[in-house]
């Protein structure tokens, strides 16, 4: 596991403000029953909060690994033996388990969006609170930011990463304003931005309408739904019977997919049926949906959209 100076740098003061505080934390970890010398994965480190839950829960000889793109996270990593921080996106889970010599495991956890740190680090430009330069990549790494994507992507591109994940109305309206405002001079910062559509900020609702349009940029950017869908065709291979998946989404494209693919299988078309025409599935349902209780999103007002679903592999 690297380390870089730059990480170490920007975190030697990191007790003094959280770097990300974890959603249904006791929820989550309890949904995946851990066993003492059980192997489990948080494919979603952050600031370690469930990694460090699950560590607790672990005897000697349990295992935990967590993967994160993000460089900025291994500045949290966990001092234990038990414990191993990959620092690439779980889109390739199965490959690093494999590296590791791990092909099963009893429990996989994720906790997916953006942490408290990419959003209240002003220079990622996730949000909409700050100006910054466009970028909103996950990973510092990749060629692509958002920068490149409101600068060359096409009308009809643009417009089609709006409507579909933004789910805006006026995705067309918006593609086109950015469309024109770019022909006059590259947009090169979240103000650029926001100028260039400013028509579509109506008064008392200017703070949702931004939500929606660096939603759908920042799933645009870092492929959220194609690597949300590889890492949830992984999962039944990798869990071993009896083992759990327990996931956190925060928005409604996220836990469509999620709630489908744990109750079809897949994620389009109806579900695999046996000889005998019983659906023959890799996970099943433990629990209902959980949300955060009333007091979580007092605490933390980032909960409030949060959703946890637990599955078992049958």
């Known amino acids: 596991m690297k380390i870089t100076m730059r990480s170490l740098k920007r975190y030697s003061m990191k007790g003094q403000v959280p770097y990300h505080r974890p959603v249904l934390l006791v929820e989550s970890v309890d949904g995946l029953d851990i066993k003492e010398d059980g192997i489990y994965v948080d494919v979603t480190f952050g600031g370690g909060g469930h990694s460090k839950e699950i560590l607790k829960r672990l005897g000697a000889n349990g295992r935990l690994v967590a993967f994160d793109q993000d460089e900025d996270a291994l500045a949290n990593a966990i001092e234990d033996e038990r414990f191993q921080l990959i620092n690439e996106n779980f889109r390739f889970l199965k490959r690093f388990l494999k590296f590791y010599g791990i092909l099963k495991v009893d429990g996989i956890l994720a906790d997916f969006g953006v942490s408290s740190h990419q959003f209240d680090t002003a220079e990622r430009g996730f949000s909409t609170r700050f100006e910054a330069k466009l970028d909103m990549r996950m990973n510092q790494q990749m060629k692509k930011s958002a920068f490149e994507l409101v600068n060359t992507y096409s009308l009809d591109n643009l417009t089609g990463v709006f409507r579909e994940y933004g789910e805006l109305r006026s995705a067309r309206g918006i593609a086109n304003a950015i469309v024109v405002a770019r022909q006059v001079g590259q947009l090169s910062t979240t103000a650029d931005l926001k100028r260039a559509i400013t028509k579509f900020l109506q008064k008392g ?3 949702r309408l931004l939500a929606q349009v660096y939603q759908a940029i920042r799933i645009e950017v870092n492929e959220e739904m194609a690597v949300l869908k590889e890492f949830l065709s992984q999962v039944p291979e990798v869990l071993r019977i009896g083992g759990r998946l327990s996931v956190i989404s925060y928005h409604s494209l996220e836990d469509r997919l999620v709630k489908r693919f744990i109750r ?18 890799p996970l099943k349902k433990v629990t209902s949906l959980i949300v955060p209780s009333t007091e979580e999103v007092a605490k933390n007002n980032r909960a409030r959209s949060a959703k946890l679903r637990i599955a078992e592999r049958i």
């Open 264 to 281: 079809d299988g897949k994620f389009k078309g109806q579900a695999e049926k046996d000889f005998y025409g019983n659906i023959d599935v």
């Open 205 to 207: 609702k200017e703070n």
